[in-house]
């Protein structure tokens, strides 16, 4: 029992002898650890007022309903059969088509041709700065000429870059987000400049709801075409019937598009020129780099150093 008692006062001993020798260890060494913290947090700081500022445009939709209220659409029940019959697809609904968009929002074909429509390249990867009081975008020279509109060429090769990259480095700055709790979608996108931010996020939008007006009038109008031809090929009055309703709903289908300029999504807050910037947060990152230094002096004191 004794033998036990002085064991542990032994080791209480040790471990106070220990914490003494570390203690006096980091006060002969306090000028190192408060040097190397301070050059971290130096560090940190020069390197969050290098970045530049990231401004954030978003848009929030709503998807819209392609159904008729006339009582049209309440058809596609009774005619589902017969529609199936002729090769005429009515299944699927809103629920399908805004599913469709969602994909074709994020798909390489929609990014790609939405860069190449507006020449968003240069925006992606030439820009040098943004000056926030006149509004003008500045561009990096040695790779891009905003004068003629022409990228450089290093080593005989053009520096524009490729469609894959540029898919890649639009991907990187844009967002989809759907909430399906509330029913509604949010895009957007991330660019120095809140001006070009919010003029992405317009047209893409736009682009969306144009090509699924688009695809949703040429199956429409295909649609009808072959009914028509059905309606030749039959003598059965009361088929024909039928198909006539067919025809209507495609006729239908035709009219509600071209008559929304929102086709399938509707836009509850419109993106906006943001004010504040969305990144760097330069506190965190030089809170960080103050902790990493810390550690880092803490290591190389328990390294390197001795007690003087």
């Not at 401004?55 to 309903?65: D, G, M, R």
């Not at 990096?140 to 469609?163: H, L, Q, R, V």
């Not at 504040?276 to 230094?293: F, Q, T, Y």
């Amino acid at each position: 029992m004794n033998e036990k008692i002085r064991n542990t006062e032994a080791n209480l001993s040790n471990d106070s002898l220990d914490f003494e020798l570390l203690f006096q260890l980091f006060m002969s060494n306090k000028w190192k650890l408060i040097g190397i913290s301070f050059l971290f947090s130096v560090l940190a700081v020069v390197y969050s007022l290098s970045l530049p500022n990231i401004f954030k445009s978003e848009a929030t939709l709503i998807t819209v309903s392609n159904k008729s209220g006339d009582g049209l659409s309440s058809l596609s029940g009774g005619l589902s059969g017969i529609a199936a019959i002729a090769g005429v697809n009515l299944s699927g609904g809103d629920s399908s088509e805004a599913k469709l968009a969602l994909a074709t929002l994020k798909s390489r074909q929609f990014i790609t041709d939405i860069i190449d429509e507006y020449s968003l390249k240069k925006y992606l990867f030439a820009v040098e700065r943004y000056d926030y009081n006149s509004g003008k975008l500045y561009f990096n020279k040695d790779i891009y000429s905003e004068e003629k509109d022409t990228w450089a060429e290093i080593d005989g090769e053009s520096a524009e870059p490729s469609g894959q990259k540029a898919y890649q480095e639009f991907i990187n700055q844009f967002s989809v987000f759907e909430d399906t709790k509330k029913g509604v979608v949010r895009i957007a996108f991330l660019h120095q400049s809140p001006m070009i931010a919010k003029f992405i996020v317009d047209k893409v939008i736009y682009e969306i709801n144009t090509k699924m007006k688009k695809k949703a009038i040429e199956l429409a109008e295909g649609n009808r075409f072959y009914l028509e031809g059905q309606i030749e090929n039959t003598s059965v009055l009361s088929l024909k019937e039928k198909l006539y309703e067919l025809i209507e709903k495609q006729i239908e289908t035709v009219m509600l598009a071209n008559v929304r300029k929102e086709y399938i999504f509707e836009t509850l807050d419109p993106a906006i020129v943001p004010e504040l910037k969305a990144a760097p947060n330069r506190v965190v990152i030089c809170l960080v780099g103050g902790i990493l230094g810390f550690l880092f002096s803490i290591a190389y004191v328990l390294l390197f150093c001795r007690v003087k």
